[in-house]
């Protein structure tokens, strides 16, 4: 839901975690893509986009959930 940095700032115990550490537990565990989802709603849509490259840049073949998206798994 946020970034290492607005975690920082004082979104720590809200219950939500961020995208890094998201990419980190993906990669300690072995995982091999992560869908980021339940972003916050004060988040514009260039930020996402941002979001979404660095999440791919990170992890290569994840990406930032968006209404409508459907996975076949």
Excluded: I
């Excluded at 995208?19 to 565990?29: H, I, N, P, S, T």
């Excluded at 339940?38 to 941002?50: C, F, I, R």
């Amino acid at each position: 839901m946020y970034t290492d940095e607005e975690y920082a700032q004082g979104h720590a115990g809200w219950g939500h975690s961020t995208w890094q550490e998201g990419v980190r537990l993906c990669k300690a565990a072995g995982v091999k893509r992560l869908v980021v989802f339940h972003h916050d709603p004060d988040h514009s849509d260039d930020m996402l986009d941002a979001v979404a490259r660095e999440v791919e840049r990170a992890m290569p073949g994840s990406l930032l959930a968006y209404e409508g998206l459907v996975l076949n798994v």
